[in-house]
């Protein structure tokens, strides 16, 4: 439920072998995801399923062409060396209008799902956040500032390293300059994350005026950024625009041989975007 449960996740749908074949399983995803939350009754679960099922189909032919035609855009962008700052600027606010489109169609559908919980129901979904908050905080603190650079530096390759292959030196070098030379937001994003989730229990626990609870859903869920401080938000404004740089690095770093891997991996992606979107 960090974001609206039903949204569950849709970057499950570009985990393992085919993006397309995940996305069928999706459904089933995010039930199995939204079970780690809460335990519906009967009548919730009806409602939810309907709820997703009617998302499913929205989702697959009104928005999965946007995501296409955002990634074709970025590949011609990547391949003409013209991604720049800007560019990578539109992709974020993209990005971020894709998520406030989700939350708009499938709030109207939640709102009466979460207003009938139960206490008990409450109790679940806020016990299993703070457990995910204890675990972060196991996870990072306590950690040296060159441990978390090194875990940083594990994690940008990670994912760098699944779209062009085994990373070149230099590569690896501009990664670990970018995650040296970043604002550190560690503390400050563990505190956000804890007052969120604060804030986040008041709204469900004045559930049953759906009209206060759409409100603050809705501010929790797609306006985060105005519950966060100055300082905080100055800082991951300016993280963003170095790893927009990063990304642009990494481009002009990328050999023959990864420009390769890239553009398969991305024409397969896209290509099986618009068949999903075509198959209705």
Excluded at 89 to 94: A, G, N, W
Excluded at 243 to 252: Q, S
Aim: charged letters at 30%.
């Amino acid at each position: 439920m960090k974001k609206v449960i039903l949204w569950g996740l849709l970057s499950i749908s570009l985990i393992g072998c085919s993006t397309k074949v995940g996305y069928y399983f999706l459904d089933w995803a995010i039930e199995w995801k939204l079970e780690e939350f809460v335990t519906l009754d009967d009548q919730q679960g009806k409602q939810f399923e309907l709820a997703l099922d009617t998302f499913l189909v929205w989702h697959r032919t009104q928005e999965m062409p946007r995501y296409r035609d955002q990634l074709a855009l970025l590949g011609a962008e990547i391949n003409h060396q013209r991604f720049s700052t800007q560019s990578w600027s539109d992709h974020v606010r993209s990005a971020k209008a894709h998520w406030i489109r989700v939350f708009d169609f499938v709030e109207p559908s939640l709102i009466p799902i979460i207003s009938s919980f139960s206490d008990e129901q409450v109790k679940q979904v806020i016990a299993h956040l703070r457990v995910e908050e204890k675990e972060l905080n196991e996870k990072y603190l306590g950690k040296s500032q060159s441990q978390l650079i090194e875990m940083a530096d594990e994690r940008i390759e990670k994912r760098v390293g699944k779209w062009v292959g085994k990373l070149l030196p230099s590569q690896k070098t501009a990664i670990h300059t970018y995650n040296v030379e970043r604002g550190d937001t560690l503390d400050m994003w563990l505190e956000y994350r804890h007052d969120w989730i604060r804030l986040f229990s008041q709204a469900l626990k004045n559930r049953q005026n759906q009209k206060a609870l759409s409100h603050s859903l809705r501010l929790l869920m797609t306006q985060p950024d105005t519950l966060k401080s100055k300082a905080y938000q100055t800082k991951l404004d300016d993280n963003t625009a170095r790893f927009g740089e990063l990304l642009i690095k990494l481009n002009r770093l990328t050999s023959e041989k990864q420009k390769q891997r890239f553009e398969k991996k991305l024409n397969t992606l896209i290509r099986e975007l618009t068949e999903i979107s075509e198959d209705i």
